[in-house]
């Protein structure tokens, strides 16, 4: 028996999210579909994070026992033949039997939220982008979001359905640039709450419009109470870029 990590990349418009549940199609179970035929075992992935329905990723992380004899680093392209086109393998590897995705040392991940901020929606975009068709101001985002990094107790960007009982976490670096119409705002952390992503960026676009000041960001994170923030923004602008282990 071996333990196979794999990184994954996929578009999350027809997935209701990662984790298994009844309610809909999810990576998680088309991947362990996909790993049963090829190996004909009864396998079971194990995620390093649950994205949501919609959200996408590049490189989320996950693991595998099994005992074929495909070599694990021949196990992305074997895998990617019994796949969708929106679900790839990028990497696979062996790792050690007790590697597990959620619980190392040093772990840092990060996302990238796309906008949209044009008169008009472009059509090619509304799958991976939130369109926005008010005027933005970047630099007021950037202002606002300088507050955030840092180690914080992020109570106020995270979902109430949430249970952790620790809200604190780390962000190492936000970074917003624009490039035409399109804004990208890159946030990199030791973890991330339920919706924190999503809550951060809603809020940000408030900023950006207008309704907040860059200093009401900072009365926000003080605050530690979700309705003080802006709305979650919608799951298909987020992408799920990297997930970092420190060895």
């Known amino acids: 028996m071996k333990r196979v990590k794999i990184v994954v990349a996929y578009d999350g418009t027809n997935y209701c999210g990662w984790q ?31 994205t949501d329905s919609g959200v996408h990723a590049l490189g989320n992380v996950a693991v595998f026992d099994t005992e074929s004899q495909i070599p694990p680093e021949r196990m992305a392209y074997a895998l990617n033949q019994k796949l969708p ?20 040392d040093e772990v840092i ?38 507050c955030l990094v840092g180690e914080h107790d992020f109570a106020s960007f995270c979902n109430v359905r949430t249970n952790v ?34 809550i951060i960026a809603g809020t940000l676009i408030r900023v950006g419009r207008g309704f907040y000041t860059p200093e009401r960001v900072k009365e926000i994170l003080d605050a530690k109470e979700r309705t003080e923030a802006g709305v979650t923004a919608p799951p298909n602008g987020l992408v799920l870029v990297e997930i970092h282990y420190g060895e």
């Open 109 to 146: 991940k990060t996302y990238e939220y796309h906008i949209y901020n044009a008169s008009v929606p472009n059509p090619l975009k509304r799958k991976y982008s939130t369109f926005v068709s008010f005027p933005m101001d970047v630099e007021k985002m950037r202002q606002g979001a300088a």
């Open 20 to 50: 298994i549940q009844p309610n809909g199609i999810t990576i998680e179970e088309v991947l362990n579909k996909a790993l049963n035929k090829l190996t004909c075992e009864d396998i079971r992935v194990i995620g390093a994070s649950r």
């Open 165 to 198: 009982e620790d809200t604190v976490r780390t962000v190492h670096e936000i970074q917003i640039d624009q490039k035409g119409a399109d804004i990208t705002i890159r946030i990199t952390g030791n973890g991330f709450l339920y919706n924190m992503v999503r």
């Open 85 to 104: 086109e929106d679900i790839v393998i990028v990497k696979s590897e062996e790792v050690p039997a007790t590697w597990h995705p959620r619980y190392q």
